[in-house]
């Protein structure tokens, strides 16, 4: 499980907010897919099949802000 935070301040006109994302740092495979760019092919009699991954991004905090008008 990933985990967020927010601290957010705000007036009528404008909000700030601190925040931090995969608070944890957590390493997660967020998916799997074939590579189907060379499905198929012969290379040296060795029939290739690719996987890739894609994972979860790591700890990022920041600041947000936004402006109303």
């Known amino acids: ?3 967020r ?3 957010t ?3 009528d006109v404008w909000e700030v907010s601190l925040f ?3 608070i944890f740092d957590k390493y997660a495979i967020t998916g799997v897919s ?3 760019t060379r499905r198929g092919q012969i ?3 060795i029939i290739y099949r690719g996987y890739a991954q894609s994972v979860a ?3 990022t905090i920041g600041i947000e802000s ?3 008008f």
């Open 34 to 36: 074939n590579d189907l």
């Open 9 to 11: 301040y705000s007036t």
């Open 66 to 68: 936004r402006i109303r």
């Open 57 to 59: 991004q790591p700890r």
């Open 20 to 22: 931090a994302n995969n």
């Open 1 to 3: 499980m990933m985990h």
């Open 5 to 7: 935070a927010a601290a």
């Open 43 to 45: 290379n040296d009699g």
